[in-house]
């Protein structure tokens, strides 16, 4: 059999493959010829120098098309997508900000530090827990029980500069800044939560959105996720509706 048809039928099969098992890839005329036969059914292959594995995915012309739903392709729904590019924050660029000199090879997350940051976006920790279980199938996630690392299609089906590009220019810049700047991202949510805490007993245990706002210097919309998250966990609850909700400590007046 043609070594580029092998590849191509193992990659098609597998999704991923480890690098060593397919040497021949460094052949520049097998590595053309696999690129060749990939791209005439929409495919392209997937390399990184900070993976240990070559695989494929989607051709941005493929992915960019509205009338080709490439996320159900994999039975994905938006927020198994959503909980991707976390992890990928998380678990991927570390590796990619250190190089391949990374003092952590391979980052972790825990289950209960996901559940209780993203909870107030992804639902419960059953759901979230149903998320990981999901990923780990498609090999987009690896580790064992409540240790969360990441799989070999998370680093390459992903298109990890366009998706850099994005979150610099959206909505997730602030966390790529945090980052850079030796921020913890599993850490971020519940240290911001932990000054939230703090803030409501300097103010006697109870406080309106705008003093939370005007002493943590933090948006209403960060606000509303840590209370979220710590009204969740029993340490805060709330009164009123909108304009009038008020905070509170737990078992304060």
């Known amino acids: ?135 780990r199938r498609l090999n987009f996630l690896a580790g064992q029980g409540e240790v969360i690392e990441a799989g070999p299609l998370l680093e390459l089906g992903i298109d990890g500069e366009r998706l850099l590009a994005f979150l610099r220019g959206g909505v997730l810049a602030s966390l790529l800044k945090e980052r850079q700047a030796g921020a913890k991202g599993p850490e971020s949510l519940a240290s911001f939560s932990s000054k939230v805490l703090d803030v409501l007993r300097r103010l006697g245990g109870s406080a309106g959105m705008t003093d939370l706002v005007r002493e943590t210097g933090a948006p209403a919309s960060r606000l509303r996720i840590a209370l979220r998250s710590l009204a969740a966990d029993g340490s805060v609850r709330r009164t009123g509706e909108r304009r009038s909700s008020r905070y509170h400590l737990a078992g304060s007046d």
Not at 53 to 80: C, K, M, Q, T, Y
Not at 111 to 125: K, V
Request: aromatic share 2%; glycine share 6%; proline share 8%.
């Open 1 to 135: 059999m043609n070594e580029a048809i092998r590849i191509c039928a193992r990659l098609l099969r597998t999704g991923a493959l480890p690098h060593a098992e397919v040497p021949e890839l460094d052949l520049p005329e097998v590595h053309r010829e696999v690129e060749r036969r990939l791209r005439g059914v929409g495919l392209v292959l997937a390399t990184s120098p900070y993976s240990e594995h070559v695989g494929i995915r989607l051709a941005p012309e493929v992915a960019g098309d509205p009338a080709f739903e490439a996320a159900s392709n994999l039975g994905l729904r938006a927020d198994a997508c959503a909980l991707l590019v976390v992890l990928w924050v998380r678990l991927v660029l570390p590796k990619r900000q250190a190089g391949k000199k990374s003092p952590e090879p391979h980052p972790q997350v825990r289950l209960d530090i996901l559940a209780r940051e993203l909870r107030p976006l992804l639902g419960d920790r059953r759901r979230i827990r149903s998320l990981v279980t999901q990923l």
